[in-house]
């Protein structure tokens, strides 16, 4: 039996099988006469296309197979492919500046100025662009586990690729929770394979990631990298969170204790190790990447996760490695044709190879991803390209303040498109390529829940030792994980600590498992006048990088900071 290529226009009987269960058909004809108006209000001539509504993990395969070239992996996960852009495109991101929100952005080049007229053109441009697919894919979720904090997001697109990645990153809605969903409170309209129009008004290129915050709607041109709309998730909730919520939403991973029951925050921006060291066997999930710290504890925005794959493998990052299975969708892997077995050494696509998965794919993560317990440890993750900085401190809680506002990392090649080497950078509370609010906003709601908590903090360094990029090496990570499980145990805390020079740093003397000339950088270094050369030019760019929020924070939190001669 031959199967046909195509499925006809969409009818309600093909409506019926694409929605999930229902209890009964007259839910279902309700169901269907409500999104069929929903979809023709916003634009959509539902008599053109086949729209395939949170459609099953095997259905998204089948179509990314047939019309998008891709391919099954030897794993079982789907392999696909993003196009040109193989990573975000910041300086493409805008924010629609209207009423109810211009006063509340923090308004520059991370969050450039579009106005209302340019994105309704950008937001029809990219209806009509949907309007001449035949399959028109939708998948309706949460972000946010907390159904307290949590919001609708609905997400439509052109590719299944795009559909499977929201499936997994976005929480998944029971049967009955999407048989009532109703309206979403934010929408994606993702026509990422269609170009914006680069002599609009306002426009730079043919790329476009916009999100206008009076119609709590997001719209996609020019990329097809998945991560967009990923991020323009946390972006949202980066702003409702802290606004409308008063909770506090922060770019980290965060785990909890099986026996003690104590939850730690990794704070870091990608290429730190938050999502391999956040996916411990000895504790327990709750996310990788994006959370939020509530009155009432910790819950993760997201439904799955969405993990660095260069250089992969069973050993290093077996929780990782075993999550690559059915249902993930490897992301710009290279593959071998003749067995289709990832290549996770292979760069040649890109640097920002990825995984997105569904969070219960790790064995021991937390379902629901939250926990009414306030945190006891928080640690900030930093790759240093100088390898001058520690790869453990301990920080006061003015040191906390001052580098989280600095955040202080390299981006990591292939994380930023154009990105080839590490380049060392400032990114204001781990997270300035997706912060919304002045950071001193965040800033201030974390120094009150820390100091409520009494949470001690940890500055990481997974970044260069016994030299800079290109003579040292990077920490290795059993060492780093030495580390993190002795904040867990308490015994770092326990440990006897000197100052390091230049930044003023804790650090422990010693501690079994890790070699005495990695806790200390200096003793690594065999030039120490190359050393004291590099931890000088650090100092003067954290110096010049603070600057911008030096008069907002007290004089303790300014002196916190390196102090050069």
């Not at 997706?434 to 820390?450: C, N, Q, S, T």
Request: proline share 6%; hydrophobic share 35%.
């Amino acid at each position: 039996m031959v199967l046909p290529h195509h499925t006809p226009y969409v009818t309600p009987q093909i409506l019926h099988r694409n929605y999930a269960q229902a209890h009964d058909t007259e839910q279902f004809g309700t169901l269907i006469g409500k999104d069929l108006e929903y979809f023709s209000q916003a634009g959509f001539e539902m008599d053109k296309i086949q729209l395939k509504r949170n459609a099953p993990v095997a259905q998204l395969y089948e179509d990314a197979i047939r019309n998008e070239g891709a391919i099954i992996s030897s794993s079982g996960a789907l392999i696909n492919f993003s196009g040109k852009k193989t990573g975000r495109s910041p300086k493409d991101k805008r924010i629609v500046y209207e009423e109810t929100s211009k006063d509340d952005i923090w308004w520059g080049s991370v969050n450039i100025k579009m106005d209302e007229h340019t994105f309704e053109i950008n937001r029809e441009r990219a209806i009509d662009y949907l309007n001449t697919r035949e399959n028109v894919y939708v998948f309706d979720g949460y972000a946010g586990w907390d159904p307290r904090y949590r919001i609708k997001v609905r997400v439509i697109c052109a590719r299944a690729y795009h559909a499977l990645f929201m499936h997994n990153m976005l929480i998944r809605p029971t049967p009955e929770q999407l048989a009532d969903f109703g309206e979403p409170d934010f929408i994606i309209y993702n026509a990422g394979q269609f170009p914006a129009n680069r002599f609009t008004k306002g426009m730079s290129s043919t790329t476009s990631v916009e999100i206008n915050f009076k119609r709590m709607e997001m719209v996609i041109l020019g990329t097809e990298y998945a991560g967009e709309m990923k991020k323009g998730v946390f972006s949202v909730m980066h702003y409702l969170q802290p606004v409308k919520f008063g909770q506090l939403s922060l770019h980290s991973s965060a785990n909890v204790g099986i026996e003690k029951n104590d939850v730690t925050l990794f704070f870091g921006l990608s290429g730190t190790g938050k999502t391999t060291l956040s996916a411990d066997p000895n504790r327990l999930l709750i996310g990788d990447d994006e959370h939020v710290w509530s009155d009432n504890g910790v819950f993760n925005i997201e439904g799955g996760c969405y993990a660095k794959c260069i250089n992969l493998s069973a050993e290093k990052e077996p929780e990782i490695f075993n999550a690559i299975r059915y249902g993930s969708i490897l992301e710009n892997v290279v593959y071998n044709p003749a067995d289709r077995n990832p290549d996770y050494d292979d760069v040649s696509i890109t640097e920002n190879t990825r995984c997105a998965y569904p969070i219960e794919y790790i064995p021991n993560a937390k379902i629901p991803c939250v926990v009414d317990r306030q945190p006891s440890n928080i640690i900030m993750l930093t790759c240093d390209a100088f390898g001058v900085l520690p790869p453990v401190s301990k920080l006061t809680p003015e040191q906390a303040s001052y580098h989280f506002l600095a955040g202080y990392t390299s981006k990591t090649p292939g994380t930023e498109d154009g990105v080839l080497e590490p380049i060392p950078t400032f990114s204001t509370c781990y997270s300035a390529p997706f912060i919304v609010l002045h950071p001193g906003r965040y800033a201030e709601m974390l120094a009150e829940r820390m100091d409520k908590h009494k949470v001690d903090c940890w500055l990481i360094n997974t970044g260069w030792t016994g030299g800079k990029f290109g003579t040292g090496k990077r920490c290795p990570l059993k060492y780093t994980r030495r580390i993190v499980d002795a904040v867990h145990s308490g015994e770092l805390a326990k440990a006897e600590f000197e100052t390091f020079g230049t930044f003023g740093l804790s650090i422990p003397t010693s501690l079994e498992g890790v070699p005495r000339e990695l806790l200390n950088p200096e003793l690594a270094w065999s030039d120490k006048e190359a050393f004291r050369k590099e931890i000088r030019k650090l100092g003067v760019m954290f110096q010049r990088a603070f600057a911008l929020y030096e008069k907002d924070v007290e004089t303790k939190v300014r002196l916190a900071g390196p102090q050069l001669d």
